[in-house]
């Protein structure tokens, strides 16, 4: 069993939607991060977080210790969107990754 | 923007040639990471540097060896390449254990 692991693997959704993405895990960590991988491989860090909730544009980060786990929502989804969403815990000094959703917006 | 640098972003090389791997930062980062990604696979640590003169083996073994001798400089080194190797190989840097910076990724194709 991965330490992270993140529903679903797959999403498509039509523009304009509300979209979830989750991520769970078994480790103590120190901080959990969303990160968004480009098809061209390029990585962006969304959001780091260790409580609590964080907001940027139309990204929102959730975040429930006591119940390790995590959620990424998307409002008013757009094609632009679309990406592989990647959910990874600091446990120790190292990262520690999930296997990432692709999210996939049609217009 | 992230001044995390990666050169080259892609090379396809023979069997058995050696090949180097830059990334660079200007932030003045001392942790430096190297990971590596197959097509459609998570990420995995093969080597991270806590500062200049520091490398440690990550969590997936690598044939692949690395250096720190400048702050800003961590290069990954393969001395004879195989198709084996063929994959993404991403370098990041942090300061202390806060968010890590990713370079664009290196695209290493042996064939």
């Known amino acids: 069993k991965n330490e992270v692991e993140q529903s679903p693997q797959n999403l498509t959704a039509q523009e304009g939607e509300f979209i979830t993405i989750n991520c769970s895990y078994s480790?103590?960590?120190?901080?959990l991060h969303w990160l968004q991988q480009h098809p061209g491989g390029g990585i962006v860090s969304l959001f780091m977080l260790s409580s609590g909730k964080k907001k940027h544009g139309r990204l929102i980060a959730t975040i429930n210790i006591q119940e390790k786990h995590s959620s990424l929502h998307i409002t008013a989804s757009h094609p632009r969107d679309s990406a592989v969403y990647i959910c990874?815990?600091?446990?120790?000094?190292?990262?520690?990754f999930g296997e990432g959703t692709q999210l996939t917006v049609n217009p | 923007e992230a001044d995390i640098y990666q050169t080259p972003r892609y090379l396809v090389i023979g069997t058995g040639k050696k090949i180097t791997l830059e990334c660079s930062q200007t932030m003045g980062h001392d942790k430096m990471y190297w990971y590596q990604q197959d097509p459609g696979m998570e990420l995995h640590l093969i080597h991270y540097s806590y500062g200049v003169n520091s490398t440690e083996k990550g969590d997936l073994s690598s044939e692949s060896t690395v250096s720190r001798i400048r702050t800003e400089h961590f290069p990954l080194t393969l001395e004879s390449a195989r198709p084996s190797h063929t994959s993404q190989y991403l370098c990041?840097?942090?300061?202390?254990?806060?968010?890590?910076?990713f370079g664009p990724g290196t695209r290493l194709t042996v064939l």
């Open positions: 990874a815990v600091t446990s120790g000094s190292r990262l520690t």
């Open positions: 480790v103590g960590i120190s901080a």
């Open positions: 990041a840097s942090s300061e202390y254990d806060n968010e890590q910076f």
